[in-house]
């Protein structure tokens, strides 16, 4: 609620009274988008088609993040139909603060459990939370529950703890061999490439690409069906 005052209050008065009883456009998507990221500090665009609509709605839609994750907006209306769209955008996530471990013992925030889940069970953004833990090795553990929703669990898995990849349903979303699109990250700007698999790669996961301009084998982080991402940093 507070999150939707916000953005209500940075919006023109005339947005205030007139509902959108012809639905939204992709223009009005991005700017309640823009409006709740700024509110919370957060920097980064709206990933939005020109295509791209959504159904009327009688008063503004709240927009709120996933699980803490600005990567990832939800647009919900409740009038004249209940409906939920979800939206991605390029946030910037702000590095987190390292504190004293002689007075605040904090490690790298994981993905855990809000609760207990079977073996089957699809995750939801709901059963998700990021909980830091001590100092030591990330290997296994899931640190963006981007990641993490949608997948299928394979075991029994207790509230509280931190989801592993092999307690995850493998989803390949890149395979060996298979054309990728590589987005080069760098200064708030991406740059478009084309590569070729070299290995598979589920959602979060490093990978090696071979970039087919320069016939160069980089490291990229897989992030959608077949379309891999590579910072400065990576190579």
Known sequence: MKLRALALAL????????????GLDHIEIASLVQTAMAA???TGQPEVSEFRRFPACDTTPSVTNRSGNWRTVE????????????????????????HDPRTAPLGEPVVTLTESLSKGT???SRHLALKPIGQGTLEGL???????IGRKL????????????????????????????????SAGMSILATG??????????????RNTGSDRLIKAIVRERNKVAVSTKMN
């Open 11 to 22: 919006l023109p008065m005339g947005a205030m009274a007139q509902p959108y009883a012809d």
């Open 142 to 148: 899931m640190t963006d529950p981007e990641n993490v």
């Open 75 to 98: 647009l919900r209306c409740d009038s004249p139909s209940a409906w939920a769209r979800a939206v991605r955008t390029s946030a910037v996530m702000p590095q987190i603060e390292r």
């Open 122 to 124: 699809v995750i939801e």
């Open 40 to 42: 919370e500090g957060m």
């Open 154 to 185: 394979m075991t029994n898995l207790g509230e509280g703890r931190p989801v592993l990849a092999r307690h995850l349903e493998i989803s390949w979303l890149v395979t060996e061999g298979t054309p990728v699109a590589i987005v080069f990250e």
């Open 196 to 209: 070729i698999a070299a290995e598979n790669g589920q959602r979060g996961q490093i990978i090696a690409v």
